[in-house]
């Protein structure tokens, strides 16, 4: 998939652990960790609008588009 999460290093940049993100965006932990480590197919607006205003940042810095490399 060529959009990229990268949460855990926002999270690890302002030192905040799963759980406590988790229960200050109002997620359970089960899905912060889907969304976390790529799998999820989808997010709320509503969702990473809490991530930012909790880790204090942009949705570009969480979320990174990279184009899929075409075979020869």
């Known amino acids: 998939m060529p959009i990229i999460v990268n949460l ?4 690890a940049r302002r030192k905040i652990s799963a759980g406590d993100l988790a229960a200050q965006i109002g997620i359970t932990p089960a899905n912060l960790s889907i969304l976390k480590n790529n799998k999820a197919k ?3 607006f509503s969702t990473l609008e ?6 204090d940042c942009q ?4 979320l990174q ?3 899929e490399q075409k075979e020869l």
Do not use: H, N, Q, T
């Not at 855990?8 to 999270?11: A, E, P």
């Open 59 to 62: 949705p570009g810095d969480i």
């Open 42 to 44: 989808a997010v709320r």
């Open 50 to 55: 809490e991530i930012c205003k909790v880790l």
């Open 65 to 67: 588009y990279i184009p």
């Open 8 to 11: 855990d290093v926002m999270m």
